[in-house]
């Protein structure tokens, strides 16, 4: 089984920075598309940036400029780094992949727990 974990929130203040991690372990064959997502209190999980497996990058236009998206295939890891962190950046922050276990298997979308950032001072 196939599981996702974030790791890298926490506390910051305006104009701080973080770096955000997510390790895909498990049986993995290849994994397509990954992305991180977020979800502040009393709003709907948002898009905050989405990579390809060749590192084609996309950004919702609140983080372009101050959020870097990047993966390492051969660790199956996905980075985020953000800087000039905003107080409207606080939220829990999703990891999300495609994932196929096998050759023969179709992919997997799969969502990790959440990592908490809060920007405030």
């Known amino acids: 089984q196939v599981q996702l974990a974030e790791s890298g929130g926490g506390l910051v203040q305006p104009g701080g920075s973080l770096r955000l991690s997510c390790a895909a372990s498990?049986?993995?064959?290849?994994?397509?598309?990954m992305g991180w997502y977020r979800q502040a209190p009393g709003q709907q999980r948002e898009l905050v940036a989405t990579i390809t497996s060749d590192g084609r990058t996309d950004y919702t236009n609140s983080v372009l400029g101050r959020f870097t998206i990047s993966r390492d295939n051969a660790k199956n890891t996905l980075n985020l780094q953000m800087n000039s962190l905003k107080p409207e950046d606080t939220a829990l922050y999703y990891c999300?992949?495609?994932?196929?276990?096998?050759?023969?298997?179709?992919?997997?979308?799969?969502w990790g727990q959440g990592t908490q950032v809060t920007v405030s001072s």
């Open positions: 498990g049986r993995i064959f290849r994994i397509g598309n």
């Open positions: 999300n992949a495609v994932v196929r276990v096998s050759a023969w298997a179709g992919p997997t979308e799969l």
